[in-house]
C-alpha cells in the first residue's frame, strides 16, 4: 500500500481565478475518500512601509478595498495573483504594490509563505515588507474598488484587536512584521 496522497481527481469547474475538482486521496491511515479541493494559482501580498523601519511605530499604507465575498470593504495589505506562470513572487508583490497603490519600493523583504485555507484550497500567499517607497502610477483593475489609508502600526495593530481588520493575510502580515523584529510599535 503506497502513503498518503492523491489517487485521482475529477474536474468540477474551470474558472478566471480558481479551478474545483474533487480528488479522491488516500489518507495516513490507509482508507480513501472525495474531497472538494480549489485549486489557486497563489498570490502575493505586501506590507508598504513609509517611514524608516527602524523607527518606532512607523506608518504604513493599507488599503479599504470592497470584497463581495465579505458583503463589503475590507481593509488590507497590497495583493495579487501572477499575470503569468513562473512571474516570481516579489515581482508580483512589487506589481501590486504599485498598481494598487500607486507607490514602488526600493526594498523588499520576504516576510513568509502562508496556506489561507488548507482545509478546501491549495492557496499560498508570498508575504512580503516593502520600504524606500517613492511615486509610481496606480493602475487598478475593472473590479477593484479601493482606496489607500495610512496609519500608524500601532493604530493597525489595534484594529487587528478590535475587528476592524479581519483579513487573514493582513493579519499574518502585520504580525509577522512586528514578531520577526522588522518592524517596532515603540
Known amino acids: 500500500m503506497s502513503g498518503p496522497g492523491p489517487i485521482s481527481s475529477r474536474p468540477v469547474y474551470r474558472g478566471r481565478i480558481v479551478d474545483l475538482s474533487i480528488d479522491t486521496v488516500r489518507?495516513?491511515?490507509g482508507s480513501t475518500g472525495d474531497l472538494e479541493i480549489i485549486r489557486h494559482s497563489g498570490a502575493s501580498a505586501v506590507l508598504p512601509v513609509l517611514d524608516d523601519p527602524e523607527q518606532e511605530n512607523p506608518?504604513?499604507?493599507?488599503?479599504?478595498?470592497?470584497r463581495y465575498a465579505a458583503d463589503g470593504p475590507m481593509i488590507e495589505v497590497p495583493a495579487g495573483r501572477p499575470e503569468s506562470t513562473g512571474?516570481?513572487?516579489?515581482?508580483?508583490?512589487?506589481r501590486e504594490l504599485e498598481e494598487e497603490t500607486g507607490f514602488r519600493a526600493d526594498r523588499l523583504e520576504p516576510l513568509t509563505m502562508i496556506y489561507t485555507t488548507p482545509g478546501f484550497t491549495d492557496e499560498r500567499i508570498h508575504l512580503f515588507m516593502a520600504?524606500?517607497?517613492?511615486?509610481?502610477t496606480q493602475s487598478l483593475d475593472p473590479d477593484e474598488f479601493l482606496d489607500t489609508l495610512t496609519l500608524e502600526l500601532s493604530d493597525a495593530l489595534d484594529m487587528i484587536r478590535d475587528g476592524r481588520i479581519s483579513?487573514?493575510?493582513?493579519?499574518?502580515?502585520?504580525?509577522?512584521?512586528?514578531?520577526s523584529g522588522g518592524l517596532r510599535t515603540g
Do not use: N
Not at 493575510?169 to 509577522?176: A, E, G, N, W
Open 167 to 179: 483579513d487573514a493575510k493582513t493579519i499574518c502580515t502585520l504580525l509577522f512584521a512586528v514578531s
Open 27 to 29: 489518507f495516513p491511515d
Open 59 to 66: 506608518r504604513i499604507l493599507l488599503i479599504r478595498q470592497y
Open 87 to 94: 512571474e516570481p513572487w516579489d515581482r508580483v508583490a512589487l
Open 131 to 136: 520600504t524606500g517607497l517613492r511615486p509610481g
